[in-house]
């Protein structure tokens, strides 16, 4: 392996990624054109509520939302999406976040929807509300949340409702926004990792969604600090009036007015809460030109290519002693086809936290996915992987578990 990358000429190991699009590792490899995008808008300057209007457009014809925005990843559009929920085109409120007296700050979620990434809504200063069980995964009953368990929760303080969508949850997300709606409440989706297939951009819009939030740096291979916001032209606009760089004179502060509209406000916001997530030129520039490419990408040809790189992986690392692989191809978790990797530790070297410790300490580290470690197995993810990366990792693999 190139033992001389920028990583080790500024002092720290370089890694392998076998387990996919992981933001503790850098997340995807960034399109090269989406790089060009970078360093080219790096050099000249743009009005940056110009070039959030024209993404504005781009994220719109794509999604089919009246308007989009790009935030400084899935997180933090989360983050304005309530904060945009929250103060909706309110001055004040918009300069009293994240401290929320006086108003709607509650966001409604089913209990099973609730991730770490639910600090994102909090931050912005709401307070999340549960509802209904966790029944169906624990075993002890065959539902987790019903519609009328929602309806209950939504009241006066009810800000929002948020959603992440997995192949797997429930409600449905049209159930969810039918509900919502009823009550005058909109539903914020969180999506970062629902990409491909490309027809998610149109779905949870369709589904009734009023803002939709992929990852820029995940499948799209944009910027690793990009992500996109999709939804109801009022929110969006809540959204950039909390986010875009505000310190200007009033007389002359003429931001695009498709995204700002300063009239209606009856003002000009003070640097809101999103200001600490700045979005800059390059990023804009390098998360535009990677969509199109994501767009223009064959789906089905990347499927098969992921396909054949995990089947050559199973059948290679199968041959060891005390290891057992398998590469279910209907995996709901994943948009790639993962290889699970059983090891035996009374057959191979070690336990499966063996093998995946030790290729994390090698010089380059090698990253497989430890998810699944308590059954005794680790996953690879195609992903990420370069073609002459596949065998080097077979072999330390095999090291390591003889
Ligand atoms: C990755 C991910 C995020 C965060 O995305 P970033 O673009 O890294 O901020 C949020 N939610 C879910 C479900 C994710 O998988």
């Avoid at 014809?61 to 925005?69: F, I, M, S, V």
């Avoid at 929920?85 to 309110?90: Q, R, S, V, W």
């Avoid at 966001?107 to 770490?116: E, L």
């Avoid at 109801?232 to 502060?253: K, N, P, T």
Wanted: with cysteine; charged share 25%.
């Amino acid at each position: 392996m190139d033992a001389d990358t920028i990583y080790e000429e500024l002092g720290a190991p370089s890694v392998i990624n076998a387990t996919g699009t992981k933001t503790r590792i850098g997340g995807s490899r960034i399109r090269p054109a989406a790089v060009e995008a970078m360093s080219e808008a790096s050099q000249s300057f743009v009005r940056l509520s110009d070039l959030q209007a024209a993404a504005s457009d781009r994220i719109a014809e794509l999604t089919g939302a009246d308007k989009g925005y790009v935030t400084s990843g899935a997180a933090a559009g989360m983050y304005l999406g309530a904060a945009a929920a929250i103060a909706g085109d309110d001055l004040a409120a918009m300069a009293s976040l994240p401290d929320t007296e006086g108003l709607a700050d509650e966001i409604v979620m089913s209990r099973t929807h609730r991730t770490g990434y639910d600090h994102a809504l909090r931050s912005a200063g709401a307070t999340i509300v549960d509802v209904g069980s966790n029944d169906r995964h624990l075993g002890t009953g065959s539902r987790n949340v019903e519609p009328w368990e929602i309806k209950r929760a939504i009241g006066e303080n009810t800000a929002a409702m948020g959603y992440i969508q997995k192949e797997y949850t429930e409600p449905d997300l049209d159930v969810v926004c039918e509900i919502a709606h009823d009550h005058d409440v909109p539903v914020i989706v969180d999506a970062a990792a629902e990409l491909p297939p490309t027809t998610n951009f149109e779905r949870f819009i369709d589904a009734g969604a009023d803002l939709v939030i992929f990852s820029g740096g995940k499948a799209i291979r944009g910027p690793q600090t990009t992500g996109i916001v999709a939804g109801r032209g009022d929110l969006i606009e809540s959204i950039a009036a909390q986010h875009l760089d505000m310190h200007a004179a009033e007389a002359v502060y003429e931001p695009a007015p498709e995204l700002v509209d300063v009239e209606a406000l009856g003002g000009v916001p003070r640097q809101g809460v999103g200001r600490q997530c700045k979005v800059g030129k390059e990023e804009l520039a390098g998360i535009l030109v990677a969509l199109e490419e994501f767009i223009a990408e064959d789906q089905d040809e990347k499927a098969a290519e992921w396909t054949d790189i995990s089947m050559r992986i199973g059948d290679a690392l199968g041959e060891i002693e005390g290891i057992d692989t398998r590469v279910p191809t209907d995996s709901a978790v994943s948009v790639a086809p993962e290889v699970i990797v059983s090891v035996d530790p009374e057959v191979a070297a070690g336990s499966a936290t063996d093998v995946v410790r030790g290729l994390r300490q090698e010089e380059p580290r090698i990253f497989v996915g430890a998810d699944s470690l308590e059954s005794g197995a680790f996953t690879i993810n195609p992903m990420c992987l370069a073609e002459d990366e596949i065998d080097y990792v077979i072999q330390r693999i095999r090291a390591h578990a003889t």
